[in-house]
């Protein structure tokens, strides 16, 4: 039973441009969750997506947008990238009638090292 | 926001001892979770508490929710070396569609 798959696992881009990031959740969830874990650092929440809507957003900027398939995968992109934005990526899936109280069930992916240069 | 604090940053310990961290916050959470991070993967949940007070164990590890519903701690026993890691602790936040995530402590473990 394959988990969360992301890709690519690692990426290089220059600032300024723009990058996709891509996620499949793990086979029957149908929730996703995007985080941003700089180095050092704990994940922090980017947005939520559930039936190919955007449920929640964490405090980033609006050059950070996703999107949700109806085969549940989703595509984190951000524009005009910042050296900042240099970080691992992670994607979360879960199911969304468990996605809350009692138990989270959250599996996370592997994530994608994006440097911005 | 919400934040969590993580005590301590990172711990260097002999294999066979016990360790010990914890995680504050300013606010009240009505979850607390615990999770690891190995090198290159993502976090994975250990351990999940629900209710002020509670005590709960998995394997070598056991974690207690915090009376005040403004801590939570995390014990190892008997350290090993696949113990070596990030450990962070978190909770839900906002609509607790999001989880916040502390800034998690480095364990290492010497032989």
Known sequence: DAGVTQSPTHLIKTRGQQVTLRCSPKSGHDTVSWYQQALGQGPQFIFQYYEEEERQRGNFPDRFSGHQFPNYSSELNVNALLLGDSALYLCASSLVRTGSFPNYGYTFGSGTRLTVV | ?111
Not at chain 2, 15 to 28: A, L, W
């Open chain 2, 1 to 111: 926001g919400q934040q969590l604090n993580q005590s301590p940053q990172s711990m260097f310990i002999q294999e066979g001892e016990d360790v010990s961290m914890n995680c504050t916050s300013s606010s009240i959470f009505n979850t607390w979770l615990w999770y690891k991070q190995d090198p290159g993967e993502g976090p994975v949940l250990l351990i999940a508490l629900y209710k002020a007070g509670e005590l709960t164990s998995n394997g070598r590890l056991t974690a207690q929710f915090g009376i005040t519903r403004k801590d939570s701690f995390l014990n190892i026993s008997a350290s090993i070396p696949s113990d070596v890691g990030i450990y962070f602790c978190a909770g839900p936040s906002g609509s607790a569609r999001q989880l916040t995530f502390g800034s998690g402590t480095q364990l290492t473990v010497l032989p």
